[in-house]
């Protein structure tokens, strides 16, 4: 049986990373019609039941203080990744990633701040651990809202990939004797016309019936 395609079909093939942005800054509307679709995405039920309050975004400007606090606790990230890579040997198993990694922890990390505007998302965790499943979800609605609007949207793992998780809460002003996740994306107006992703960028097709 044949399934038309409808429109989430056409978001879905259309949706990629774009890394070059415009300097115009998206407008507040803009940048709040994507959140809303992070709103909206999943949550643990059984670790939030009885409360709302255990989401949050930050829009962050690059000119802001806030920026170069973020942008502070990333550099000390890389540091101690480097530290790590060489205490495991991993530059063995993973060479090319392993070289990427010492090379950006030798700058600033201005790369975090590619576009006028980064929206960091914290997810507060409980029992059972489901906050990082649930910020996957939450990126991936932004992503498909940001598709629709024609916007730019790039995951910054940067955020991610802090270890300092009191530094972030302090910043955010969150509780600091809860736990949270955190991630990022960068969003805006693309600097070049979005332009179809090309088919060996997917992975090959692999699907498996037991029946
Ligand atoms: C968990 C995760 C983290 C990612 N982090 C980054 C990142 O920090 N910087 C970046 O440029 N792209 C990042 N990406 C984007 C991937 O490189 C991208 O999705 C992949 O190359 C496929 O391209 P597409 O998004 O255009 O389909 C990330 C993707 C995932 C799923």
Not at 76 to 104: D, F, S
Not at 128 to 149: D, F, H, S
Request: aromatic share 8%; with cysteine.
């Amino acid at each position: 049986m044949l399934i038309e395609k409808m429109v989430l079909d056409r978001i879905l093939e259309q949706r990629r990373s774009i890394r070059q942005f415009d300097i115009t800054e998206l407008p507040e509307e803009k940048l709040e019609a994507v959140i809303e679709a992070g709103r909206l995405a999943p949550f643990a039920g059984l670790v939030q039941k009885n409360t709302d309050s255990f989401r949050h975004f930050f829009v962050i400007h690059r000119d802001s203080e806030t920026a170069a606090k973020l942008k502070a606790l990333c550099e000390e990230a890389r540091h101690e990744e480097v530290i790590r890579i060489e205490a495991l040997g991993l530059g063995q198993k993973y060479p090319e990633a392993a070289k990427i990694a010492k090379a950006i922890s030798e700058k600033p990390a201005n790369d975090i701040f590619i576009s006028p505007w980064l929206i960091v998302i914290a997810e507060r965790g409980g029992l059972p651990q489901r906050e990082e499943v649930c910020l996957g979800y939450i990126m991936e609605n932004m992503w498909l809202k940001a598709t629709e609007m024609e916007l730019a949207f790039k995951i910054c793992s940067g955020v991610s990939d802090i270890k300092n998780k009191d530094g972030l809460k302090e910043l955010f002003g969150l509780p600091m004797d809860e736990v949270y996740a955190f991630d990022a994306c960068n969003i805006g107006y693309p600097l070049n016309p979005i332009t179809e992703r090309r088919e060996h960028e997917k992975p090959v097709k692999s699907i498996k019936y037991f029946r």
